[in-house]
């Protein structure tokens, strides 16, 4: 699992049956403190997760059994919304 930010939303009017209900989401990784980084990619959103949010991202096989369809060609997943990141003893508020 990874810790992501939402970046933006991505729109496919044609794509594979596995994934029409799919609501496709941009992220970017993460480090604790909030600060995206690297390139963005595509995950699809289990949690109903909105821009700017920090979010855990699932990867690979973990993602297609979190969709519920080890077909899917999906390889990243939003698994859950963050609140608050505790590191080296410091903790911060993520804003909603």
């Known amino acids: 699992m990874i810790i992501a930010q ?8 044609l794509k594979l049956d596995a994934l029409q209900a799919s609501k496709l989401l941009v992220v970017q990784q993460a480090g604790a403190n909030g600060t995206a980084a690297g390139p963005a990619f595509l995950a699809v959103d289990l949690v109903g997760a909105g821009e700017g949010e ?4 699932s990867q690979g096989s973990s993602a297609r059994m979190a ?3 080890d077909r899917s060609p999906a390889d990243a997943a939003i698994i859950g919304i963050l609140d608050s990141v505790s590191y080296w003893g410091a903790q911060e508020e993520m804003e909603s």
């Open 67 to 69: 969709i519920g369809n």
């Open 54 to 57: 920090l979010v855990i991202v």
């Open 6 to 13: 939402v970046v933006g939303a991505a729109v496919a009017s």
